[in-house]
């Protein structure tokens, strides 16, 4: 009779394969690129996803003035920011953010769909964001990845 495993196989660091992904923000709804962002920088595209472990690819989302809010979200969606002292709360509106730096608004809506603890932290490095066309990967292997709008 053979001997049966029961133990769950994890990937190794020296395993992981991480990639490079680009991916075009125009005319994409915000929630929807975050959404698929948090998936990728995550890794639960992989056969091997661990939730513990480190194994979501590097995105780079291009075009991040393009990005597109549905309905009156330009000006009904409101982000609060406390900094911890008394009357230290503060309101912007998506159309304050973007009009200070686009990338801000992609930032945000990711980083909220990552894990809150160390590991989400570690993986929210792994995202750049550009305005415009270009960015400074070029010497690196990138994978495009479309997105259904």
């Known amino acids: 009779m053979d001997p049966v495993s029961y133990k769950t196989a994890y990937p190794k660091p020296k395993e992981l394969q991480r990639k490079w992904l680009l991916i ?26 661990t939730p513990h472990i480190q194994c979501g690819d590097y995105v780079i989302v291009v075009n991040a003035e393009k990005v597109r809010l549905t309905g009156k979200k330009w000006d009904k969606k409101i982000y609060r ?29 990711v980083k909220r769909m990552l894990p ?3 590991l989400g932290r570690r993986m929210f490095r792994n995202l750049r964001i550009y305005v415009g ?17």
């Open 24 to 49: 075009d923000a125009t005319n994409i709804p915000l929630g929807r690129l975050a959404s698929r962002v948090a998936y990728y920088l995550r890794g639960k595209h992989k056969p091997y996803y």
């Open 116 to 118: 809150k603890n160390r």
């Open 81 to 109: 920011f406390y900094s911890g002292y008394p009357g230290g709360q503060k309101e912007r509106t998506a159309r304050m953010i973007y009009e200070k730096d686009p990338r801000k608004l992609i930032e945000l809506a």
């Open 133 to 149: 066309d270009s960015h400074p990967h070029q010497g690196v292997e990138v994978e495009k990845i479309t997105i259904k709008v």
